[in-house]
């Protein structure tokens, strides 16, 4: 009893310290927004008051809320774009076994494989073409077209959980296709889609390189392009306000993970098991 005892606790230990190492970046920037100019320099000091100047400076100096509005827009436009295409092609690519449906199933899955700084150059001049350039628009799509292959990969795995009879009994009371899918189908997909979302948004909140190529109007500029061009277009670097904005900028994505890590949990554990 002992002996199982002592692994279980050495391992709770270990775990508790790499929790710290991922903790301790997220807590030195919280606290270095709230440090006073003479103290900045002294990363290892904690702030002898809660200093909000800095967050002052960053409501004034720069257009936050206006990156924040564009940030979410682009990223609530491109992941629900992306589930409602998503999961419907999942759910017809793992219930027809047609080899048509086979070969587009292994067609979605090809897209995971393209890297994305490799297809820049033909997305620039397609945007161009088609005059979709510095156009929210336009990045909606690039990453509604990034997201397909994985979204669409998960779906069809987490679908095919889900028992037939469920199906054939609403068929039986005279359920249509669609309406079987939206009002049977698609809330069964919840956990799928939580799973989707915490896995995913980081990679629309987070970017970069994509605004800063495509974008070139401060209005419509997301928040990451946004936060560097505020800490180079002075002067002098105040990294005070760059701190607190990377803070304000944080708080959606903790709050968001917050009320979906129980569907993402659910999703990993309820999609690997066949009903």
């Avoid at 088609?130 to 779906?155: C, E, Q």
Wanted: proline residues 6%; positive net charge; charged residues 10%.
């Amino acid at each position: 009893m002992g002996l199982n005892r002592r692994p279980s606790i050495v391992l709770e230990v270990l775990l508790f310290i790499a929790a710290l190492c991922f903790l301790f970046p997220v807590f030195f920037l919280v606290q270095m927004s709230f440090k006073e100019p003479r103290y900045f320099f002294k990363p290892y000091e904690l702030p002898h008051s809660f200093y909000l100047d800095y967050y002052k400076s960053a409501f004034t100096d720069m257009a936050f809320f206006r990156g924040l509005s564009n940030t979410l827009l682009i990223t609530a436009g491109a992941l629900g774009l992306t589930i409602l295409v998503a999961s419907m092609a999942g759910y017809v690519l793992s219930r027809r076994q047609e080899k048509l449906f086979r070969f587009a199933y292994i067609f979605f899955l090809s897209g995971m494989v393209i890297p994305a700084v490799g297809s820049l150059i033909p997305l620039f001049t397609m945007a161009v073409d088609i005059h979709l350039m510095n156009t929210r628009t336009l990045l909606v799509l690039i990453y509604t077209a990034g997201f397909i292959p994985f979204a669409s990969f998960l779906y069809a795995a987490f679908t095919k959980s889900i028992p037939r009879e469920l199906e054939e009994s609403a068929s039986l009371d005279g359920c249509g296709p669609l309406r079987l899918y939206w009002r049977i189908i698609f809330p069964l997909l919840l956990p799928a889609t939580g799973t989707f979302i915490v896995t995913n948004v980081y990679g629309v909140w987070n970017d970069f390189l994509t605004p800063l190529i495509f974008l070139n109007q401060p209005e419509k500029m997301t928040l990451m392009p946004q936060i560097v061009q505020f800490m180079f277009n002075k002067q002098s670097v105040n990294y005070g306000p760059v701190f607190a904005v990377s803070v304000l900028a944080m708080l959606p994505l903790v709050v968001l993970f917050a009320f979906t890590q129980k569907y993402m949990l659910r999703g990993l554990t309820a999609g690997a098991v066949k009903g």
